[in-house]
């Protein structure tokens, strides 16, 4: 090592010194973070910023600039650094930030805090995940809007992952599905450093990625000095572009903390290298220890130069749309509407509406006919299913399979992959100009938790659908039967969560997702059928929580009971309230709450007209109970896991019947003896 870096280093060596100890200084000042990975992975940064990638650091959005996601996000001062001396709106005190209060160079990469940063890693595995996503969202706008002479949208998805990434099992999912699809607009560099937290990789990852990348029919390339040999980086991403039919890997053997003493050692991975060693390092690489934070003006025009490169290249490429423009009128509208992010006028009025005479149905066979009813009208509504297509309703009549041959496809067979469902359409979305959607069983969201949970960070607008949302589904058992999911869900900040009791508010669903284009939706749907409300509608499912049914509502009295439901025990507590009401319990109202964030957004005169001040509010959900608190004085629900029968007789089994929500309601009655109900929380909050 010491020999190594006492050669005289060439011109292009001193740029990624200065970009290595740059690094080094970040994390230093920070006293904070991930000196190790940054300096190992420092020549592919340069190879991609200084010779390979378009971009414009002018405009961070032009939408045909190359993609680049770091997905072994923990390195992000590599990120921010590269941003910073490409020319990027990231000063010299942004970087001098890191890690603190109010920077927009926070631990790991938020998408949200620069334009820039295209996607939000950290979780390993996502990153290369969503960088599927984008490949095939390139891809199927691609085979929509290029025509002879015209490659509106030809970019590249280049990825940086590490030894975590490919551990984890999100990224093998997603690896295989892009190998299927043959995505060879996706090249991965993938930092080998033989490096994780605990040590050396022997200890628990000795496989040979190369050899599972070729199964997974991927083109896998290696470079064996990721250190020092740029020229054959260079190489090698030049052959990946040159790549026709599959996605590409590169495999460059790297060494964490490239200079330093801690070099290849956990020691570098995450904590600051530490005053002398960082000076140690600077003198090994040679750069000077008294100077921190330091690029001279040769490094830094290696990227400003090919900044100014993506600046003409956005130029020739807009030059380019307005030729397109003229010669393809209609597709050039619609290309720059969904880049901009509109929605088609009128979409709403696409969503069917029922009346109480229409026959029953399961909400997730309702969900179908709206998904097929928005995509005739929104041809940037793409998705698919995790092997689950006649289950959850979810094909699109409009289109044919998202397949190698067929990338203007609409429909995704996403195959038994959740987890990389979810954390592919994350990289649809940041991608652009496409709204996607992801099936499944309810109980199985639990599985794409962790993209669940990146898509609400981000900010995506994801529609999750997750049919069988019951103990309703019933002869599969526990282990299909969704009872805390909800929780988990709703738990989750920056995530909605529908409910749907019948056609109507399915449609009221969907028209929320699309009015909300910052926050990722699940919609929970029923396998059995529901009857429609005569109170429900569009208008009224858009607040949230709604009064679908009322004993007397031709009454000037306060109700002596709200029964608070969603979903198919809406039509439980109808029949629970009229039970009540010929008991003499007094006037019963039943409040349908479809997405229980939305309702606490609207006004205080109106949560207190659905849920009054002083009346008892008895909640009834099949599902967990937790959280019911805010809106209800006693719950009925589940709390232990489900039954293996038919549904009704598990709803029985279970005390989930409309008979045992009376005797629970009336139990509440009782306790209170006719006193107002205490305050609640819904209520408080405001």
Not at 561 to 572: K, P, Y
Not at 609 to 617: A, C, Y
Request: proline share 5%; charged share 20%; glycine share 10%.
């Amino acid at each position: 090592m010491a020999a190594a870096a006492a050669a005289a280093p060439s011109d292009e060596m001193k740029c990624v010194n200065a970009i290595r100890v740059f690094c080094a200084d970040v994390v230093q000042k920070a006293n904070s973070g991930h000196p190790g990975a940054p300096m190992g992975c420092a020549p592919m940064a340069h190879v991609l910023w200084s010779k390979i990638m378009s971009y414009n650091p002018a405009n961070p959005k032009w939408f045909n600039r190359d993609r680049f996601i770091l997905s072994n996000g923990h390195a992000c001062a590599l990120l921010y650094t590269m941003l910073h001396v490409s020319g990027y709106d990231l000063s010299l005190d942004d970087l001098k930030s890191f890690r603190q209060i109010g920077a927009v160079t926070a631990g790991h990469p938020e998408n949200e805090m620069h334009p820039a940063i295209e996607a939000t890693t950290g979780p390993l595995g996502q990153g290369i995940s969503q960088g599927v996503g984008m490949a095939m969202a390139a891809k199927h706008l691609g085979a929509r809007f290029n025509k002879d002479g015209f490659p509106m949208v030809d970019n590249k998805i280049f990825v940086i992952c590490g030894d975590g990434c490919l551990q984890e099992g999100v990224s093998g999912e997603a690896s295989s599905l892009a190998g299927h699809l043959g995505l060879n607009n996706l090249i991965v560099l993938y930092d080998d450093n033989k490096i994780t937290i605990d040590g050396s990789t022997d200890l628990s990852f000795t496989e040979d990625v190369g050899a599972r990348y070729a199964a997974y029919g991927w083109n896998v390339l290696e470079v064996a000095d990721g250190d020092t040999d740029i020229a054959g980086i260079e190489a090698a991403v030049r052959a990946a572009q040159a790549e026709t039919e599959r996605p590409t890997i590169i495999k460059i053997r790297t060494s964490i903390g490239f200079g330093s003493s801690k070099a290849g050692s956990e020691s570098a991975h995450g904590a600051p290298l530490g005053a002398d060693v960082l000076a140690e390092t600077k003198r090994n690489l040679g750069c000077d220890p008294e100077k921190s934070f330091y690029i001279s003006d040769e490094t830094r025009s290696n990227f400003t130069s090919r900044a100014a490169a993506g600046a003409a290249a956005e130029a020739e490429w807009n030059a380019l749309m307005a030729r397109y423009a003229e010669a393809y009128p209609a597709e050039a509208a619609e290309l720059q509407r969904r880049i901009r992010g509109e929605l088609p006028a009128g979409i709403v009025e696409k969503l069917p509406v029922y009346t109480a005479a229409d026959k029953a149905d399961a909400t997730r066979n309702l969900s179908g006919v709206a998904l097929n009813a928005l995509a005739e009208a929104m041809p940037e509504l793409v998705g698919g299913s995790a092997d689950l297509t006649p289950s959850n309703k979810t094909l699109l009549k409009v289109s044919g399979d998202f397949q190698k041959a067929t990338p203007e496809g609409r429909y995704f067979r996403f195959g038994v992959r959740e987890h990389a469902m979810a954390a592919v359409c994350n990289g649809m979305v940041a991608y652009g100009a496409v709204v996607p959607y992801a099936g499944t069983f309810l109980n199985f969201i639990g599985y794409a938790a962790g993209a669940v949970r990146v898509s609400a960070i981000s900010g995506f607008r994801v529609i999750y659908v997750g049919t069988h949302d019951s103990i309703a589904l019933g002869e599969d058992g526990p282990t299909h039967q969704p009872i805390e999911i909800m929780l988990m869900l709703r738990g989750m900040p920056n995530m909605h969560v529908y409910r749907p009791a019948d056609g109507n508010e399915v449609s009221a669903a969907y028209a929320s997702m699309l009015a909300h284009p910052h926050t990722p939706a699940v919609i929970a749907l029923t396998r059995q059928n529901l009857p429609h409300l005569a109170t429900s509608s569009i208008a009224n499912g858009l607040k949230g929580g709604y009064t679908a049914f009322d004993t007397a509502p031709d009454s000037a009295d306060a109700p002596a009971l709200v029964i608070a439901a969603t979903g198919s025990e809406v039509s439980m507590g109808m029949d629970a309230a009229k039970a009540l009401a010929a008991a003499g319990a007094g006037r019963v109202q039943v409040a349908s709450l479809l997405c229980t964030d939305i309702f606490e957004t609207q006004d205080a005169e109106y949560i207190a007209s659905v849920l009054p001040h002083g009346v008892p509010v008895i909640s009834v959900e099949a599902a967990s109970t937790l959280g019911w608190e805010r809106f209800a004085h006693s719950s009925m629900g589940l709390d232990r896991f489900g039954l293996s029968g038919p549904g009704p007789a598990v709803y029985k089994a279970l005390g989930m019947t409309s008979d045992a929500l009376v005797a629970k309601a009336q139990a509440l009655l009782a306790r209170l003896g006719g006193a107002a109900a205490p305050l609640l929380p819904v209520h408080t909050r405001l």
